[in-house]
């Protein structure tokens, strides 16, 4: 008898990214690591190292533009 599993979809670097942004931009508070773990379906480990990424891309660390938003860790 075969059973009808449904496999999750593999997320990459860019859909935790985009995930995350996407809850910074709404949320009305700080955020929890295990909430925004939660929210991106990841380990907490992989949404620190996001952030801290995050948090280079929009202060232009390495050549790029500085934003105009501030996230703070």
């Known amino acids: 008898m075969e059973t009808d599993e449904i496999e999750a979809p593999t997320r990459t670097v860019a859909d935790l990214e985009r995930a995350l ?3 910074f931009m709404v949320a009305d508070e700080p955020q929890s690591l295990v909430s925004l773990a939660t ?5 907490v480990p992989a949404v620190r190292q996001t952030i801290e990424r995050l948090v280079a891309a929009y202060d232009g660390v390495g ?7 501030e996230l703070r860790v």
Not at 39 to 43: C, F, K, L, T
Not at 63 to 69: A, L, P
């Open 21 to 23: 942004e996407a809850v």
């Open 63 to 69: 050549g790029g533009i500085r934003r105009g938003v």
């Open 39 to 43: 929210a991106g379906n990841a380990p």
